[in-house]
């Protein structure tokens, strides 16, 4: 069965500073891997996927993840945040022959002005 | 653009009473899906559905039921709803890529 780590439960930084949030994952198998967003009162929203190919995904709002398969991990990143990235991110993973969407615990990111 | 709806939004419900939290989705999508979210636990997959008529078990299945008598409509009911239950529940279409609705916050006194 698949799992998902997020080691952090909250990150704070300053608007325009870098951001990596982490997240590894366990499954023996081809894994798809997924980053989502949820905004206050809100559900959650996909900014980028991994299926197969180049290791590292673009998506949304200059958003970027990377999958390193020798380290079952799939950090995402952004270069510059801004005080509207304050959310919480979801790492999520599932297999290529089941249905179910497993999902991490969560990290809530607050960016100080 | 991909729709689910989530019926009620809000909703406070008494210990032993019967519960049914209702899921829209627009989209067509084969497999139907009922998470709930609680801090410290991120999302856990209650039932999910494959089709009009199926359902299956989650991880955390106990003191759930669903149904699912459509391709649109997906339903997570509570016969003896507890306080345990109290939680934002979220429903959600797809494959592999999930569409979420909005969620309903759900309170049991």
């Known amino acids: 069965a698949q799992s998902v780590t997020q080691p952090d439960a909250r990150v704070t930084v300053s608007e325009g500073a870098s951001l990596q949030l982490r997240c590894k994952y366990s499954?023996?198998?081809?894994?798809?891997l997924f980053w989502y967003v949820q905004y206050p009162r809100q559900g959650l929203q996909l900014l980028l996927k991994?299926?197969?190919?180049?290791?590292v995904v673009q998506g949304v709002n200059g958003f970027e993840a990377e999958f390193i398969k020798s380290n079952s991990s799939f950090h995402l990143r952004k270069a510059s945040v801004h005080w509207s990235d304050s959310a919480v991110y979801f790492c999520?993973?599932?297999?290529?022959?089941?249905?179910?969407?497993?999902f991490g615990t969560g990290t809530r990111l607050q960016v100080l002005p | 653009e991909a729709a689910v709806t989530q019926s009620p939004r809000n909703k406070v419900a008494v210990t032993g009473g019967k519960v049914t939290l209702s899921c829209n989705q627009t989209?067509?999508?084969?497999?139907m899906y009922w998470y709930r979210q609680d801090t410290g636990h991120g999302l856990r997959l209650i039932h999910y559905?494959?089709?009009?008529?199926?359902?299956e078990k989650g991880d955390i299945p106990d003191g759930y039921k669903a149904s699912r008598p459509s391709q649109e409509n997906f339903s997570l009911i509570l016969e003896l709803a507890t306080p345990s239950q109290t939680s934002v529940y979220f429903c959600?279409?797809?494959?592999?890529?999930?569409?979420f609705g909005a969620g309903t916050r759900l309170s049991v006194l």
């Open positions: 959600a279409s797809g494959k592999n890529t999930l569409y």
């Open positions: 559905s494959y089709g009009a008529g199926s359902t």
């Open positions: 991994y299926y197969s190919g180049d290791p």
């Open positions: 999520a993973v599932s297999a290529a022959n089941t249905n179910k969407v497993v």
């Open positions: 499954y023996s198998g081809t894994p798809y």
């Open positions: 989209n067509n999508h084969n497999n």
